[in-house]
């Protein structure tokens, strides 16, 4: 198969996905934005993240990733991973769009940022969920790498978290998930499996 093919199967099949938001800084002081659907959690002990970024056409690392990596390899070693909601969904596909290094993909898309807690990276103005992160590793694998950070600070909305049992009001949330291309789908209709 060729690349594409592969790509295709690959982005088609393995649906829905979560999608979200990652910012980051560059270590002169650029703001990225861009839209991630490789992305999941790692682990909770400690409370972990990854992003899987490729490469641009021309072949070089996308600033997300070249951002993220620790001041050893050229990076801040910061990124901030913001939970896509349905609202946010059209400034996502906006800021996916190739701009020059150090051009504001949050003023393309007609975000705000918010100043992070405990990293350099800003949040979303209006995002439910925000995970501030540290690098933990970038792991190459093939034209893609995967990174990996350490939650250093977690920014909620209060009406979203059970206060006894800390699960979330995923009605409140209305986040969104990745199919293909430009398929997303809701995640407000859902069923419980007993078992």
């Known amino acids: 198969m060729t690349t594409r093919q592969r790509e295709r199967l690959l982005l088609w099949s393995v ?3 979560p999608i979200a938001m990652v910012s980051t800084v560059s270590p002169s002081g650029s703001v990225n934005l861009a839209p991630f659907s490789y992305y999941t959690a790692v682990g909770y002990s400690p409370m972990a993240l990854l992003f899987c970024a490729g490469r641009r056409a021309d072949g070089t690392e996308k600033d997300s990733c070249r951002n993220a990596r620790v001041p050893a390899e050229g990076g801040t070693g910061e990124f901030t991973v913001n939970v896509l909601i349905e609202k ?3 400034a996502a596909t906006a800021s996916a769009k190739p701009l020059p290094h150090g051009e504001s993909e949050y003023e393309l898309a007609g975000l705000r940022p918010l100043p992070g807690r405990r990293v350099r990276s800003p949040r979303i103005d209006g995002s439910p969920i925000a995970f501030e992160c540290r690098t933990s590793a970038v792991v190459p694998v093939g034209d893609h790498f995967v990174v990996i950070g350490e939650v250093a600070h ?4 209060e009406e979203l978290i059970h206060e006894t049992d800390f699960h979330l009001d995923l009605d409140r949330l ?3 998930g990745r199919m293909g291309a430009a398929d997303y789908v809701r995640t407000l209709d859902r069923y419980i499996v007993d078992g």
Do not use: I, W
């Not at 977690?154 to 909305?157: F, I, N, P, V, Y």
């Open 154 to 157: 977690l920014a909620a909305d």
């Open 88 to 90: 946010h969904a059209e």
């Open 15 to 17: 649906v829905p996905r």
């Open 174 to 176: 209305g986040s969104v």
